[in-house]
């Protein structure tokens, strides 16, 4: 989008000219434009700040993934921290969007960036299963139990794949096992705030990526992470609600045996491990992170423990969770809040999924936001 026209910035309402649909909300002392060029059927939705104290246009730093291109919007503030932006012409799972302006994610990228700075939110139905953390020291067999998982119940699980700075082993293949990645890169999404959390773990930079667990969350499936303890900690920390499982080897002298016969490291690298692996276990036992503690010495007792810790000891139905159908509307809608709920008008009786013309979205159940997904849409038509 180029500079929007000054007429805009004065009048501060809806304006459709020239090609130009922009949608003007104020909240506090900024106005928000959003929208830019209509060329349709590809409006692209860019965002500029008005800042009515310095009389100035802003471009702020956007971050989040931004929404594809649609045939137009309709938008309203919420709570003075987020607009709520409805695509036209998008898929029943793709249309409804929360620019987050003001949101503590964002509040803090501010702070971190030093400049003014928005977020992109994607609306979702429902909630998903609460993730699983794996963490245990290196050998003990957190790799070889999640394989196990995966492979009797493929529909059920899906793997977080993690962003690290080390090299990649034989077998091993970018973006299914990890994103392997250049560290500076990775220091420069960190910053981006693209990270749930990460830590330097025998040398090398590991992250688990907010879209590395929504991606898997979005399929309808349960997501496991095998991180390390620091990282557990930090998932801990966030508002991830997570179940939180450390793996435990029998003993040191095994622990060592298995690191050897898996033969991935070198011989320094496995002094390492092993150096790393005791404080590993104290704390995995001892920090209170964790709601339950595995033995993995004879692997299918260890495997046979861990399904039962996932509810997964009795008859099992393996289909995945099936994803709640989003809203398909039509062109024409008119937006409008009431406390906590807000009213959506369809003005066309060409509404796909019901014959009534209302919708009303509840904001009580909205859970997570940037970088993430905003889950837990719940909306009835009346
Ligand atoms: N904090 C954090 N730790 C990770 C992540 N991915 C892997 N790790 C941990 O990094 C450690 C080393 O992993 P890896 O190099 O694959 O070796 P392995 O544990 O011997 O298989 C393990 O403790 C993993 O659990 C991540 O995204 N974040
Ligand atoms: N209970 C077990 N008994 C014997 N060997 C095991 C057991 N669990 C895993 N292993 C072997 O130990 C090695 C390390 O396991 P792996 O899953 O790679 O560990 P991690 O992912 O925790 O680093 C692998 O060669 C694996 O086959």
Not at 20 to 31: E, P, Q, T
Not at 45 to 73: A, M, S, Y
Not at 165 to 180: I, L, N, S
Not at 353 to 378: E, F, H, M, Q, Y
Request: aromatic letters at 6%.
């Amino acid at each position: 989008m180029g500079e929007a026209p000054a007429f805009i910035i004065d009048d501060l309402q809806t304006e459709f000219l020239n090609g130009f649909d922009l949608k003007s909300h104020v909240i506090g002392n900024k106005a928000y434009l959003i929208g830019g060029v209509n060329d349709e059927p590809t409006l692209s939705l860019g965002v500029h700040i008005f800042d009515q104290t310095r009389g100035e246009l802003v471009n702020p730093l956007v971050l989040g993934t931004k929404p594809t291109p649609c045939k137009g919007h309709s938008a309203v503030p919420l709570n003075e921290d987020r607009i709520l932006i409805i695509k036209r012409g998008s898929a029943p799972d793709d249309c409804i969007w929360f620019l987050e302006v003001d949101t503590q994610f964002v509040r803090e990228q501010r702070k971190i960036l030093g400049t003014e700075v928005v977020a992109w939110s994607k609306g979702v139905r429902g909630n998903p299963d609460k993730p699983v953390v794996i963490s245990g020291p290196s050998g003990v067999g957190k790799g070889t139990l999640i394989s196990m998982l995966m492979k009797e119940f493929p529909s059920m699980f899906g793997f977080s794949v993690s962003h690290t700075t080390r090299a990649p082993r034989g077998m091993e293949k970018d973006g299914v096992h990890y994103h392997f990645t250049e560290r500076s890169a990775m220091e420069r999404e960190i910053k981006y705030g693209k990270f749930l959390e990460f830590a330097a773990v025998h040398g090398n930079l590991y992250g688990t990526s907010v879209e590395a667990v929504e991606v898997v969350a979005d399929a309808g499936k349960r997501c496991i992470l095998d991180i390390d303890v620091q990282g557990a900690r930090s998932v801990k920390a966030s508002s991830l609600d997570a179940m939180f499982i450390f793996v435990c080897p029998p003993s040191m002298e095994e622990l060592e045996k298995r690191l050897r016969a898996r033969g991935t490291e070198t011989e320094e690298q496995v002094q390492k491990r092993l150096r790393n692996a005791q404080a590993e276990i104290e704390q995995g036992q001892s920090s209170g992170i964790f709601d339950h503690i595995l033995y993995n010495d004879n692997l299918e007792e260890c495997y046979e423990g861990l399904k039962k810790l996932l509810g997964l000891d009795g008859n099992v139905t393996t289909s995945p969770k099936a994803s709640p159908k989003g809203v398909e509307f039509p062109m024409d809608v008119a937006i409008s809040k009431i406390d906590q709920k807000i009213i959506i008008k369809c003005g066309s009786p060409e509404l796909k999924t019901t014959s009534k013309n209302l919708i009303v979205l509840d904001l009580c159940s909205l859970k997570g936001g940037a970088p993430g997904r905003t889950r837990g849409l719940d909306f009835y038509a009346i």
